[in-house]
């Protein structure tokens, strides 16, 4: 047994010397060319797939700075105003400062609520998330500038916004930076290379690396209630990828090797997500830009003169007057028998609050105009309805012949008479045209 690892061992001894003599040739070949070598480490050093794309849209990513009306009269400093040094965002995978202001506040004033980036799209046009944008008295893009110490600052508005695939285009007059190339998200493939450019924590212009993980991902991006009060779960298809995304990276671009626009980061998971003791790591979610492309179309027809300060449909803000005209001439009916929704179900959202619809004359104006019966009319001109009078003040403030436009929520189901609610109804808009209707009670 001995003799045995003895001329084994000699065995590898002579073969760890013909390796030494293989080393020893293959460096002296190398010595005889010391100028293709110094060229091989030079190019090495200095080529990347990455390199000439970041150079070609880096200048494109902008800071988008959102700015709201506080009031606190509390006192406490700025304590409560920045979680404790983290960024707000880090408890939802947002990234998104805090919405608390500093904390010192004693009146109503405009203070920055947070910071995301964004994306140039058009000439004078940039792309964001929505909820970067949500609920702004007043928005701000901020370029930085080479050999600048404080960024160029231009005023922004919003041209068009889609809430729940939680994109919005803004309008910023006087932008000159250039546009970047919009790609097809559509032909992505699992594993190719990506970058990512946003200012995650006041990092500006971050560049981060990676492939994409995974592509057609349903995630479940939010849960909102909307201006009728019914909650909606919003999800979205959505692209996964390694490339990291922090706080402040929402809005930015996520770009291919040839510098397209092939997504925008949204939003990255956290462990407590999960649970307190998950570990996460390089899970990111991007928006696809073919999903984008139709708000960024309706951004750039969208009129822009009278700008948009907030990320709310202004058309939205419309509202009838509620005032008795002097000039009726009888009393106009819409032909229907109503009254106010209520129960479990309004007031855990699964349905909106509004006007039920029980009966619906036949040849009334609301039948001509196509209001069924179990319809919830929820919006009359502009004007949210919560109860039977809101509808009866907007109808008595108008004549004969004039016109209506109404918004239900359908859902075709008796919902007094039936204990399985629908979650699957949708909003319809309707036109109707007031008539004299006397054996009608409404």
Request: net charge negative; aromatic share 8%.
């Given at each position: 047994?001995?003799?045995?690892?003895?001329?084994?061992?000699?065995?590898?001894?002579?073969?760890?010397?013909?390796?030494?003599?293989?080393?020893?040739?293959?460096?002296?070949?190398?010595?005889?060319?010391?100028?293709?070598?110094?060229?091989?480490?030079?190019?090495?050093?200095?080529?990347?797939?990455?390199?000439?794309?970041?150079?070609?849209?880096?200048?494109?990513?902008?800071?988008?700075?959102?700015?709201?009306?506080?009031?606190?009269?509390?006192?406490?400093?700025?304590?409560?105003?920045?979680?404790?040094?983290?960024?707000?965002?880090?408890?939802?995978?947002?990234?998104?400062?805090?919405?608390?202001?500093?904390?010192?506040?004693?009146?109503?004033?405009?203070?920055?609520?947070?910071?995301?980036?964004?994306?140039?799209?058009?000439?004078?046009?940039?792309?964001?998330?929505?909820?970067?944008?949500?609920?702004?008295?007043?928005?701000?893009?901020?370029?930085?500038?080479?050999?600048?110490?404080?960024?160029?600052?231009?005023?922004?508005?919003?041209?068009?916004?889609?809430?729940?695939?939680?994109?919005?285009?803004?309008?910023?007059?006087?932008?000159?930076?250039?546009?970047?190339?919009?790609?097809?998200?559509?032909?992505?493939?699992?594993?190719?290379?990506?970058?990512?450019?946003?200012?995650?924590?006041?990092?500006?212009?971050?560049?981060?690396?990676?492939?994409?993980?995974?592509?057609?991902?349903?995630?479940?991006?939010?849960?909102?209630?909307?201006?009728?009060?019914?909650?909606?779960?919003?999800?979205?298809?959505?692209?996964?990828?390694?490339?990291?995304?922090?706080?402040?990276?929402?809005?930015?671009?996520?770009?291919?090797?040839?510098?397209?626009?092939?997504?925008?980061?949204?939003?990255?998971?956290?462990?407590?997500?999960?649970?307190?003791?998950?570990?996460?790591?390089?899970?990111?979610?991007?928006?696809?830009?073919?999903?984008?492309?139709?708000?960024?179309?309706?951004?750039?027809?969208?009129?822009?003169?009278?700008?948009?300060?907030?990320?709310?449909?202004?058309?939205?803000?419309?509202?009838?007057?509620?005032?008795?005209r002097n000039d009726l001439q009888g009393r106009p009916r819409m032909g229907v028998i109503v009254t106010t929704l209520s129960g479990a179900a309004v007031q855990n959202g699964i349905l909106p609050r509004g006007v039920y619809v029980t009966e619906v004359e036949s040849g009334s104006p609301?039948?001509?105009?196509?209001?069924?019966?179990?319809?919830?009319?929820?919006?009359?001109?502009?004007?949210?309805?919560?109860?039977?009078?809101?509808?009866?003040?907007?109808?008595?403030?108008?004549?004969?012949?004039?016109?209506?436009?109404?918004?239900?929520?359908?859902?075709?189901?008796?919902?007094?008479?039936?204990?399985?609610?629908?979650?699957?109804?949708?909003?319809?808009?309707?036109?109707?045209?007031?008539?004299?209707?006397?054996?009608?009670?409404?």
């Amino acid at each position: 047994m001995l003799k045995k690892i003895w001329n084994r061992k000699n065995t590898l001894g002579y073969i760890a010397l013909a390796l030494a003599c293989l080393m020893v040739g293959g460096l002296l070949g190398t010595a005889a060319q010391p100028a293709q070598a110094a060229d091989s480490v030079m190019t090495a050093s200095t080529s990347s797939p990455f390199t000439e794309a970041i150079a070609k849209v880096k200048d494109s990513v902008v800071g988008v700075n959102n700015y709201q009306l506080v009031r606190n009269n509390y006192g406490y400093g700025n304590g409560y105003g920045n979680s404790f040094g983290f960024p707000w965002s880090d408890f939802f995978g947002y990234g998104y400062g805090s919405p608390y202001g500093n904390g010192n506040q004693d009146s109503d004033r405009e203070v920055k609520y947070g910071s995301g980036s964004g994306v140039v799209v058009a000439n004078e046009y940039v792309m964001t998330n929505y909820h970067v944008v949500d609920g702004a008295s007043s928005l701000e893009v901020s370029v930085e500038r080479e050999g600048k110490s404080d960024p160029d600052l231009f005023k922004a508005t919003v041209a068009a916004c889609d809430q729940d695939l939680d994109v919005a285009v803004l309008y910023v007059p006087g932008l000159d930076l250039a546009p970047v190339a919009l790609g097809d998200s559509d032909s992505l493939q699992v594993g190719e290379l990506v970058f990512n450019i946003g200012n995650p924590i006041g990092f500006n212009k971050t560049v981060t690396a990676g492939i994409i993980s995974g592509l057609n991902r349903e995630i479940n991006t939010d849960t909102h209630t909307d201006r009728y009060g019914r909650t909606t779960n919003v999800v979205n298809t959505m692209i996964q990828t390694d490339a990291a995304i922090n706080s402040g990276n929402s809005g930015g671009g996520m770009f291919n090797l040839n510098g397209e626009l092939v997504g925008i980061p949204t939003l990255k998971y956290t462990g407590s997500r999960y649970s307190s003791s998950a570990t996460v790591e390089s899970i990111g979610m991007c928006i696809p830009v073919n999903d984008a492309k139709a708000v960024i179309e309706k951004g750039l027809n969208a009129d822009t003169s009278a700008g948009v300060s907030s990320s709310q449909d202004s058309s939205a803000q419309n509202s009838a007057s509620g005032t008795v005209r002097n000039d009726l001439q009888g009393r106009p009916r819409m032909g229907v028998i109503v009254t106010t929704l209520s129960g479990a179900a309004v007031q855990n959202g699964i349905l909106p609050r509004g006007v039920y619809v029980t009966e619906v004359e036949s040849g009334s104006p609301a039948e001509q105009a196509g209001l069924q019966p179990y319809d919830i009319i929820v919006e009359a001109n502009g004007t949210v309805l919560t109860t039977t009078t809101d509808l009866t003040s907007i109808i008595g403030s108008l004549k004969e012949g004039d016109q209506v436009a109404l918004k239900v929520y359908r859902t075709g189901v008796d919902l007094y008479n039936t204990t399985d609610i629908p979650t699957d109804g949708e909003y319809v808009d309707l036109t109707l045209t007031l008539a004299i209707v006397d054996a009608i009670a409404q």
